[in-house]
């Protein structure tokens, strides 16, 4: 049995969520010691990091993904605070996701291992991320009853009184990631935190927050350079006229209340109608699977533009409302099924409907525009990502978090691997050039003068230059997949066309 399940469960019954090593491994005198949030500036953790972690979470993040998509953003009221709730099945890319497209700065809340990792829990701390203590650790004995409502509490109170000041917090309801393809049963924590930070803003006089649904769509999510689609929906208001006079003179005062269980239960049911669309909202993937076929040959037939993702997540949930027939239903299952089993998705049917695309000249020149850079800057990528992704990979793929966690493994090798060992690489091949300067036949540490100052000047030149060497590599690496990827399902199309063409034109056949 693997460490962290044991079968326990909640008073509901549920199997409490499988945890990881480091989940069981509870640092309660740490938790204690990790930094409070400051509300009187426009961070609620350190300036410098903040900016610093967001720029490199951007250039991680947008590398990561093929396609990346926002909608919705006008949803966001700039002049208060949010509370952003999705359903969580991408481990860390889920609440990076919202970070880098709400435009406000946040309050963060999360799963007490992330302060006391290493490295990880040095940005955790820059941050001032609030850790908290789910009911999958507390009954497993990582700390007492006491000690977690104490924490928790500590933890809610510093996020409520964040969005109270007009900051944002994104925290999943679900309260861990999964690899279901509809909403598992939604926890109280966002809704207690909200209200309380309703309840704080009354008592200051400040703008009442709002809830925010958000839909996190990825197409695969556990892929390298997948697409994603990030949704934000209508805020929802907040009953704030209901708030007892004591929870917002506790919370005004500084102290954690739990606000009525009423309301908060009904805040949560209110949330899960507008959030279960958001979602897949299928008994199985086979189901998404099923549906994205019928969208795509329905496409095909009408001799339109190909789906982009935010379509094809759209077309789904439409054919969510508007089933097709039994019929139709069975033979697409059948071919999602096949293709997916075969690394293949809607996307590789052709656009006469009677098998999968072939060879596409133009789709092959952009794939060797693509390929040329990556092979160009293979040595460099080896010198400043070789290890990084090996080390990503191998972990990602072996960790006990579970499938939705594999990229999150991927994304913080690439990035903090890079921001540690490429100041190293370059400060190594710099010294290098120095060094045997003289072997050269040009004089790298003389190009701008003999002067002094100018040598520094070009020693600092070089040093940068291989910074920026590294991040072409990089990013060359990302597109140059992209063609590695297409060949690869070429291969398979051509090796599986055989076995689907068939259901294909048939499904075609009803459709019409």
């Known amino acids: 049995m693997k460490k962290g399940f044991d ?57 990561q993904f093929r396609t990346f998509e926002t909608s919705g953003i006008e949803n966001v009221p700039t002049d208060r605070g949010s509370m952003c709730s999705a359903w969580h099945t991408n481990g860390l890319m889920d609440p990076i996701s919202i970070f880098l497209t709400h435009p406000k700065k946040f309050v ?29 650790e507390l009954l497993r004995g990582g700390c007492s009853e006491e000690e977690a409502n104490y924490l928790n509490g500590r933890s809610l109170l510093n996020l409520a009184t964040g969005i109270s000041h007009g900051f944002g917090c994104a925290l999943f309801p679900e309260g861990t990631s999964h690899s279901e393809s509809h909403l598992i049963r939604l926890k109280t924590g966002p809704f207690r935190t909200v209200l309380a930070a309703a309840a704080h803003a009354k008592a200051t006089g400040s703008k009442i927050p709002t809830l925010i649904p958000i839909g996190l769509h990825f197409r695969t999510r556990h892929l390298f350079r997948t697409d994603c689609w990030v949704e934000y929906g209508e805020p929802i208001e907040l009953p704030h006229d ?37 979602t897949p909202n299928r008994d199985t993937y086979s189901e998404v699977h099923r549906d994205s076929v019928i969208a795509h040959v329905q496409r095909r037939i009408e001799n339109k533009p190909d789906l982009t993702w935010r379509e094809e997540v759209l077309e789904v949930r439409r054919l ?88 999150s493994y991927h994304m913080l090798f690439g990035m903090f691997g890079s921001m540690l060992w490429w100041p ?12 045997y300067n003289a072997e050269f036949e040009y004089d790298l540490v003389g190009m701008f003068g003999s002067e002094i100052w100018q040598e520094g000047l070009a ?35 051509m090796k599986y066309n055989s076995t689907v063409s068939a259901d294909i034109k048939k499904l075609r056949d009803l459709l019409k």
Do not use: C
Request: net charge neutral.
């Open 424 to 435: 190293i690489m370059a400060t190594v091949l710099t010294v290098f050039t120095v060094f």
């Open 320 to 407: 969510k409302s508007e089933p097709a027939s039994a019929e139709v239903q069975k033979i697409a299952t059948k071919i999602g099924d096949n293709l997916d089993k075969f690394g293949l998705d809607a996307r590789d049917i052709n656009s006469n409907s009677d098998g999968l695309r072939g060879f596409s000249p133009a789709g092959a020149v952009v794939d060797l525009l693509k390929f040329i850079p990556f092979m160009l800057f293979l040595p460099t990528l080896i010198l400043g990502m070789g290890w990084q992704i090996a080390l990503g990979r191998f972990l990602g793929d072996r960790t006990d978090e579970g499938l939705d966690a594999r990229t």
């Open 459 to 493: 020693i600092v030149a070089l040093w940068v230059s291989v910074i920026i060497i590294f991040w072409i590599s990089a990013i060359s690496f990302a597109n140059g997949w992209d063609a590695v990827s297409d060949f690869a399902k070429w291969i398979r199309r």
């Open 7 to 63: 079968g326990a469960r909640d008073h509901h019954g549920d199997l409490l969520p499988e945890l990881s090593a480091s989940a069981t491994r509870m640092k309660y005198d740490k938790l204690m010691d990790a930094p409070l949030p400051t509300f009187d500036k426009n961070y609620p953790g350190s300036p410098f990091f903040t900016e610093l972690g967001y720029f490199m979470l951007r250039r991680t993040m947008y590398s």
């Open 242 to 278: 209901q708030l007892p006079d004591e929870l917002i003179e506790t919370i005004g005062a500084g102290d954690w209340m739990e606000p009525p269980a009423e309301i908060v239960t009904g805040l949560r049911d209110q949330l899960k109608e507008k959030l279960e669309p958001m």
């Open 108 to 136: 963060v809340g999360g799963r007490h291992d992330l302060v006391t990792r290493p490295i990880l829990g040095f940005w955790a701390r820059k941050f001032a991320v609030q850790p908290v203590v789910r009911k999958a």
